[in-house]
């Protein structure tokens, strides 16, 4: 196996979603454009997006990092919009696109075109979450848009296999696809509920940081592997466990949930990166198999269905936020905030992305018979070109949308206080308990140290104050980043003694590694006592 074309792959992928961050364009959209262009560069592989890589290799951790960063208690309060989402417009999507392209594209059979409904019916969670936070969503919105994504897949992917059952021959009923939804969502639940109890009792008992890690890292995968062995939703079971791994991860060392948090960036900039490129690689190969049809032809009927996804849930979203409220007079009381605003950018925010592209790959190329499965390089056209046409044309257009619209994003203000507030609250608790503990003679300390450990505290309790006081009127600067960059020049000055004395051979590696590994961990401990 080339393991050069793989390493190319992340080595560049990496270096664009990177450059990505010194542009106001999102990292998603500067990828896929990037392998759009790169698919066309002599001399770079073609890459195959193979479905049986990307649903139980790379599909997993992604779900498993969205899903350990949500919040379990804004998916609970927000379970009706969610749901509404996530389960109801999935598969009006699948039924609606799907019926529409069969009246718009001729030849096209109606098995066929529900199974193009079905593949491009699942918004994208990488790409939701992705671009809500680069455009500073308000925080509702964001939950909403991250929890509908990480559920559709499993309906999308329910509703895929019922529709292609039927197109390939092997005959599907309402009640059959009603009953494979039903196992598919209950059993996945199921599994979800019965693993995240053991592995999390593993993780807490479990004494060493890095096997705990290497635990963490197989988690997604026995969780969809389970599922999917007994014929269940591998997503679902995936996102039960990580939200409630991610609302119970205090329980954790503090040292795993510091490893845990810094390997799973690593894995998701490297997979999100990835995709996306991969994304645009495909299009030499989708065009390739086009066949019969023409260009224009084939662009026509592209532009014919991009158009009918996005008026599809713009049609869903706005009964589904109003009509609640019209039939239930405390769900108008709740959420007496909500405007026509809201649903137009749930409903500008429906980006497609590699989920329908490994999908749609999986289509069997003959059916039951024998024969060609009709039609089936035009679904793989059109999922490619409805893909790349809601991340650059949606994704592009949502932050002048929401500047337009004037939506309120996140009160920073707000939030800085409640976060002062908590803070000050738990920093008095625990100078209590260290008054507590310093009146036994066991725990008695040289007045230095004690003075040292209070000063911490009450540090710790007025840094978040600070944020909220003016800045530095000869630098600009805030407190905390004045205390920044002053512990970066002190640790720096004692990182330069240290290296110095190992090349004078006055300590030796070993030593000066312990002690560097004491300067990085005492300066991370100064920047989360002021982050932001």
């Not at 991250?146 to 897949?153: A, M």
């Not at 330069?496 to 000066?512: C, H, K, L, S």
């Amino acid at each position: 196996m080339d393991v050069l074309p793989l390493v190319a792959l992340i080595a560049a992928s990496a270096a664009v979603a990177g450059a990505a961050r010194r542009t106001p364009v999102p990292a998603p959209l500067l990828l896929v454009a990037a392998g759009l262009v790169a698919a066309y560069v002599p001399g770079v592989p073609d890459y195959h997006l193979d479905p049986h890589i990307v649903l139980p290799l790379i599909l997993p951790p992604l779900l498993h990092t969205a899903a350990l960063e949500s919040s379990y208690l804004d998916l609970r309060a927000n379970i009706r919009p969610v749901a509404l989402l996530s389960v109801g417009y999935t598969l009006f999507a699948t039924l609606a696109v799907g019926y529409l392209a069969y009246l718009l594209i001729p030849d096209l059979p109606l098995t066929a075109a529900l199974v193009l409904g079905a593949v491009i019916a699942p918004p994208d969670a990488v790409a939701a979450t992705a671009i809500a936070r680069k455009v500073g969503l308000p925080s509702r919105i964001t939950t909403i848009l991250q929890g509908e994504s990480l559920v559709n897949d499993a309906t999308a992917i329910t509703a895929y296999k019922v529709a292609l059952a039927a197109a390939v021959g092997e005959g599907a009923s309402w009640a059959g696809g009603i009953q494979e939804f039903l196992v598919a969502a209950v059993g996945g639940v199921g599994v979800g509920l019965v693993l995240m109890v053991p592995i999390h009792w593993l993780r807490r008992h479990m004494k060493e940081a890095m096997l705990q890690n290497t635990l963490s890292l197989l988690i997604p995968f026995v969780a969809y592997a389970a599922a999917e062995q007994v014929g269940a939703s591998g997503v679902l079971a995936v996102v039960v466990v990580a939200l409630f791994l991610g609302h119970r991860s205090w329980e954790v060392d503090f040292e795993t949930r510091l490893q845990e948090a810094a390997v799973w960036k690593v894995v998701a900039f490297i997979l999100e990166s990835a995709v996306f490129a991969l994304i645009g690689l495909q299009l030499p190969l989708v065009l390739k198999g086009l066949g019969e049809y023409s260009g224009l032809e084939a662009a026509w009927y592209a532009l014919g269905v991009f158009f009918l996804v996005v008026l599809v849930r713009f049609v869903w979203s706005y009964p589904a936020t109003y009509l609640p409220r019209m039939l239930s007079k405390r769900i108008k009381e709740r959420e007496s905030d909500m405007d026509w605003r809201r649903p137009l950018i749930v409903s500008w925010a429906g980006m497609r992305g590699v989920v329908s592209l490994a999908i749609a790959f999986s289509i069997p190329l003959v059916m039951d018979d024998g024969e060609p499965f009709p039609a089936r390089n035009l679904v793989l056209f059109l999922t490619f070109t409805t893909v790349i046409g809601t991340l650059v044309v949606q994704g592009l257009s949502l932050p002048w949308l929401i500047r337009v619209l004037r939506l309120p994003g996140r009160d920073t203000q707000a939030e800085t206080l409640a976060e002062a507030q908590a803070q000050n609250a738990a920093s008095q608790a625990a100078e209590r308990r260290v008054d507590e503990l310093m009146r036994d003679e066991r725990n008695r300390l040289p007045e230095p140290l004690q003075d040292r450990l209070r000063t911490v505290l009450e540090r710790r309790r007025n840094s978040v104050w600070e944020r909220l006081g003016q800045s530095n009127p000869v630098t600009g600067e805030s407190a905390d980043d004045t205390y920044r960059r002053l512990t970066r020049e002190a640790i720096a000055a004692e990182r330069e003694v240290f290296v110095t004395m190992r090349d004078e051979r006055r300590i030796d590696d070993e030593m000066m590694r312990t002690l560097l590994r004491k300067l990085d961990l005492e300066e991370a401990a100064a920047y989360r006592e002021v982050e932001d």
